[in-house]
Structure formats: structure tokens, C-alpha cells
């Protein structure tokens, strides 16, 4: 017979094992009604999504015709890559004859793709950026893919779906995909912030860490300071300030799933502020910010677009975009400091010339 000792480590680690991403959804929700299996058949077509688009990157430079641009552009006026493209349908593909969700919108796709056949069943809305950090795909480089999950509100006859046009709190679930040595996993369904990391010899993911919390201060602060001269006075008054100060190291890897994931583990705040050319900054609110900001809270930290909560923006287009300031609550909470304290100053001079 097993040293007790020894068998309850064997317990453990093959409790670990199996605890894959669909049980740990049913946990979650302590329930078996239709409703939470559901959610995890849902959670679970992602993974599934996860994995397809985890082996696609895996193989790219092998393959002909996975790597590079199609030539086209898409809504935001950005060009395409192929990578976009296959993830984009990877998502659409996986959710066809599955009951589970009637819609789907995503930053590659001017309007959201309705799954007719599933909407009698299906209420739920998927959102998401299929490649998020589009730039390093072709360099081998880490990228990610978000996503967010919402419940239909009401009919959408036209197929205008404006009942997207919703704050981020809508959100049931939330999470992200970051492939990078490992495939790993994270999300939440509004209580805490989960990760898991695939394991390939089995095909499934498995819990890697429970309830993870953002330290409430970290060093890394992330952001192109390449924008330096496009963003206004707060934000480079921020940077000077990091830079004088002991304590503060850059990190930006051009794939916010990455730059985040980095912050959530360690502390720290990502940053990225409006321009002069975009005042609203690059990042798309429903597929990239809200979905983010949604796991920072959930995980203990903020996020703001710097002079509000995030998860209370509404946004006025499918494809609306915010300024972004997320990570630890203190570091975020300084970044707003700057931003408020200019503010405040140039009301200050304005109402001077007015008088
Ligand atoms: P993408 O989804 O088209 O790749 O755009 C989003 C990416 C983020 O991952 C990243 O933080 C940012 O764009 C990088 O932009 P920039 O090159 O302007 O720093
Ligand atoms: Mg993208």
C-alpha cells in the first residue's frame, strides 16, 4: 500500500488535472440547471477555438499562405492579415449548429454574423478581437485573442444590434487567450479571475491558477512611448515622472493580451491614451477594453479610459474606441492624477482668458 502522504499528493495533482475549463465553469456556478451548461458548453467552444488558432500559429511559418496580408482592409481602416482572417472564422465555425450563440461581432467584421438556426435557443452574443497584437503574428511573437460574452436584449429585428451599445457590466463572462510558449486561458464570470494553460498531450486546458489578484502597485508601466510628442501634456508629464522616479521599468510587446497578462501577474499599469491624430486612442471598447477591464476589476485592480471607469462607457458604434488605462489600482489611480490635475489646469487658464 501508498504512503497516505504520497497518495494525497497523487489526489491533488490528479484533482488538478481534471479540473478542466468546462468543470471549473459548472464550479463556478454551482449549478447544473441548463443555464450553467450553457455557459460552460460556451466556454468550452472557445477553448475549442483556442486550440485551432493555438495550432495554426504553431505551424505558420510551415505553412503556405497562413502568414502575411490578404490585400484587404477591414471597418477600422486597418490592413488585413490572413492570421485575422482564420481566426476570425475559427470563432464563427465553432459556434455554427450549437445552440449557443446567436450572434457574433468582432473587430474584423463590419456588421455581427447572425447564426439564425441558433437564435431560438441561443441568447447570447459573443464579442471578440480574433488576433489581438496582429503586428508580431508574422515574427513569431506573442498575441492573444479577447473575448466577451453578453445576453440579447430584446428582439434585433433589423440586424442592427443595438442593444451591444451597452457599458461593459453587461458583460456575463470575459476573458482572453495569450499564445505564447504555453497556450493559456483566463477568464472570469463575475467572480474572480481564473487561468488555465493547455496542456497539449491531453487537448484540454487545465487549471493553472484560481482567483488571481493584481498586486495593488507594481513596476511596469506599459505604453508606445513612440506617441510621446501625439499625446497631450498629462500623459507625457506621467512619463516624465516615471522616469525620474527609482522603481519604474517599460515593458510593451505591441499585443495588449500579452502586456496585460504581465501586469495582472506582476502589477503595473498599460496605458493607451488618445493622440492627436485619435483623441479616442486605438483600442476598441466592446472587443479589447471592456472585456479587460472587466478581468481587472474582477481581479482586484481598475480600469479607466483615465477620467472614467471604464465598464460605464457606452458606446455610441459597434466599433467606438477609448482611451485605456488598466492594471494596479495604484498605478492606474496615478495615471488619472496627471490627467485630472491637467484637466483641471487648463479650466483654470480658459476660464482666466474668458474673464
Ligand atoms: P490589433 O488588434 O489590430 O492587433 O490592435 C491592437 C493592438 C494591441 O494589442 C496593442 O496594444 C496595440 O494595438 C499596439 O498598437 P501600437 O503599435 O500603436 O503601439
Ligand atoms: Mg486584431
Request: include cysteine.
Amino acid at each position: 500500500m501508498q504512503h497516505p502522504e504520497a497518495s494525497s499528493i497523487n489526489e491533488h495533482s490528479l484533482d488538478r488535472d481534471c479540473t478542466t475549463l468546462s468543470r471549473h465553469v459548472l464550479q463556478q456556478l454551482s449549478s447544473f440547471n441548463a443555464e450553467a451548461q450553457d455557459i460552460s458548453a460556451i466556454m468550452n467552444r472557445i477553448a475549442l477555438a483556442a486550440k485551432l488558432i493555438s495550432r495554426r500559429l504553431s505551424k505558420a511559418g510551415l505553412m503556405a499562405g497562413a502568414l502575411g496580408f490578404t490585400g484587404e482592409t477591414n471597418v477600422q481602416g486597418e490592413s488585413v492579415k490572413k492570421m485575422d482572417v482564420y481566426a476570425n472564422e475559427v470563432f464563427i465555425s465553432v459556434f455554427k449548429q450549437s445552440g449557443l450563440v446567436c450572434r457574433l461581432a468582432s473587430e474584423e467584421m463590419d456588421k455581427p454574423y447572425y447564426i439564425p438556426e441558433n437564435c431560438p435557443i441561443g441568447r447570447y452574443t459573443l464579442l471578440y478581437d480574433p488576433i489581438d497584437g496582429s503586428s508580431n503574428v508574422d515574427i513569431n511573437l506573442n498575441v492573444g485573442s479577447i473575448f466577451s460574452l453578453r445576453q440579447q436584449q430584446g428582439e434585433d429585428l433589423e440586424g442592427e444590434a443595438k442593444d451591444l451599445l451597452q457599458p461593459g457590466d453587461q458583460q456575463i463572462a470575459a476573458g482572453y487567450i495569450l499564445y505564447g510558449p504555453s497556450t493559456v486561458l483566463v477568464y472570469s464570470l463575475g467572480k474572480g479571475v481564473h487561468s488555465f494553460i493547455l496542456d497539449p498531450s491531453l487537448g484540454e486546458f487545465i487549471l493553472a491558477e484560481e482567483n488571481i489578484q493584481i498586486p495593488q502597485h507594481g513596476p511596469v508601466y506599459s505604453v508606445n512611448e513612440g506617441n510621446y510628442w501625439q499625446w497631450d501634456e498629462s500623459i507625457r508629464e506621467y512619463i516624465r515622472y516615471v522616469h525620474r522616479h527609482e522603481g519604474y521599468t517599460a515593458r510593451y510587446s505591441g499585443a495588449l493580451v500579452g502586456d496585460f497578462h504581465r501586469i495582472l501577474l506582476q502589477g503595473g499599469v498599460f496605458l493607451y491614451p488618445g493622440t492627436v491624430q485619435k483623441p479616442q486612442g486605438k483600442l476598441r471598447l466592446i472587443y479589447e477594453s471592456a472585456p479587460l477591464a472587466f478581468l481587472a476589476e474582477q481581479a482586484g485592480g481598475k480600469a479607466s479610459t483615465g477620467n472614467q471607469r471604464l465598464l460605464d462607457v457606452v458606446p455610441d458604434k459597434l466599433h467606438a474606441r477609448t482611451p485605456l488605462v488598466i492594471g494596479s489600482t495604484k498605478d492606474v489611480e496615478l495615471v488619472e492624477s496627471f490627467i485630472q490635475d491637467w484637466t483641471r489646469r487648463q479650466l483654470e487658464t480658459e476660464s482666466l482668458i474668458v474673464t
